[in-house]
């Protein structure tokens, strides 16, 4: 069974950094979009940053610049990096990935369980 596993949540202060990172396991063939989205609390989940499988990168207005996604295609992970963090950006940030499995043409979509990020001084 393919899972998605994110590490690296915490709390800092604002103006601080921290890098979130998100590993596939499973049986995996190849592995299109990854991404990472956010829900803090009483919002709806929302896009933060996405790759594709070109490294086509795409990000939410309110993090551009600040935030950077990226990807390390032979361990089937990816990395998000987040600088000049804001009290507005903590949330529960979640990974999610189009997975293909060996001998199965339907791709799956993917979510990791959510790691909790908390910008407070």
């Known amino acids: 069974q393919v899972q998605l596993v994110e590490s690296g949540g915490g709390l800092v202060q604002p103006g601080e950094s921290l890098r979130l990172s998100c590993a596939a396991s499973g049986r995996i063939f190849r592995i299109y979009a990854m991404a990472w989205y956010r829900q803090a609390p009483g919002k709806q989940r929302e896009l933060v940053a996405l790759?594709?499988?070109?490294?086509?990168?795409n990000y939410a207005d309110s993090v551009q610049g600040r935030f950077f996604i990226s990807r390390d295609n032979g361990k089937n992970a990816v990395l998000l990096q987040m600088n000049g963090l804001k009290p507005e950006d903590t949330a529960v940030y979640y990974c999610n990935a189009d997975i293909q499995e060996p001998a199965v043409a339907n791709v799956l979509n993917v979510w990791g369980q959510g790691t909790l990020v908390t910008v407070s001084s």
């Open positions: 790759i594709n499988s070109g490294d086509r990168k």
